[in-house]
């Protein structure tokens, strides 16, 4: 269940710290997904050495094509110090698994949810989430794609991780104005249990497998999130959401 606000805390104040440290920012030209692409290469090829590195200093592959990106800029720098995409089925073969469907195969539990029975217009994946090295110096995170905190949740030093959970919210949202109704990512067991504090029910499909570490199959209902999101993450939520419907829709 969420957590509740402690005594004398705003629901507001999630938002505005928000604000002033970071904007999510739809990667929707070329130049904003070149950043995408290059600041994966800098963490999981110069700096995590999970891929190789290539001489021009871009991480893309196949599914980058059918693909929206987003993007998270730091306020004071105006440097982009995160990224993330949102993996849609591939327009000329609907059927084509996306990349936890591959990198699950058996581990997936077809009782719990058939990914080829569903409306395939309407699934995508969260995937290749990155943040910036600066950004993962606490210890632990080093050897990290993006920061995983194990205290989303509200206490009295309350310590959100907003970089982290831009992306997600940016994700989701995203995914809300492309209709997209469920959402799959491979997790890892300390993500979905912290997440969970802030209304966000991430549910198992599968065993484990490895993937840079243990990760789950997992998805989440886009519809049901929005809905249940903590009182004081709704209006962080709401934030992003603005900034992404603006960035998408309002006139150039």
């Given amino acids: 269940m969420p957590e509740a606000l ?116 309407r699934i995508a994946e969260m995937s290749r989430l990155t943040v910036a090295a600066n950004y993962r110096r606490r210890p632990g995170e080093a050897a990290q794609a993006f920061v995983i905190d194990d205290d989303f949740g509200i206490t009295p030093r309350i310590r959100l991780p907003y970089l982290t959970l831009g992306l997600y919210l940016g994700l989701i949202a995203l995914a809300r104005t492309r209709g997209i109704a469920t959402l799959f990512m491979l997790a890892e067991p300390q993500l979905a249990h912290s997440i969970a504090h802030l209304g966000v029910a991430i549910v198992p499909i599968g065993g484990a497998i490895d993937h840079h570490g243990e990760r789950f199959p997992s998805m989440i209902d886009v519809g049901a999130v929005v809905v249940g999101l903590a009182p004081y993450i709704r209006p962080f939520f709401d934030t992003i959401a603005d900034d992404i419907e603006r960035a998408l829709y309002s006139p150039a």
Avoid: M, Q
């Avoid at 130049?31 to 700096?47: C, G, I, P, Q």
């Fill in 6 to 121: 402690p005594p004398g805390i705003s629901i507001a104040s999630f938002s505005e710290g928000y604000r002033k440290y970071f904007e999510v920012v739809p990667a929707t030209t070329p130049e904003l997904k070149w950043h995408n692409f290059h600041l994966r290469h800098k963490v999981y090829a110069d700096e995590l050495g999970w891929e190789p590195r290539r001489a021009d200093g871009i991480a893309t592959d196949d599914y980058d094509r059918h693909a929206v990106h987003c993007l998270v800029r730091a306020v004071a720098t105006h440097a982009f110090v995160g990224g993330a995409r949102l993996v849609l089925p591939d327009p000329e073969h609907p059927a084509a698994p996306l990349p936890f469907e591959t990198a699950c195969g058996a581990a997936l539990d077809r009782r719990i949810v058939d990914t080829a029975a569903l409306d395939r217009s």
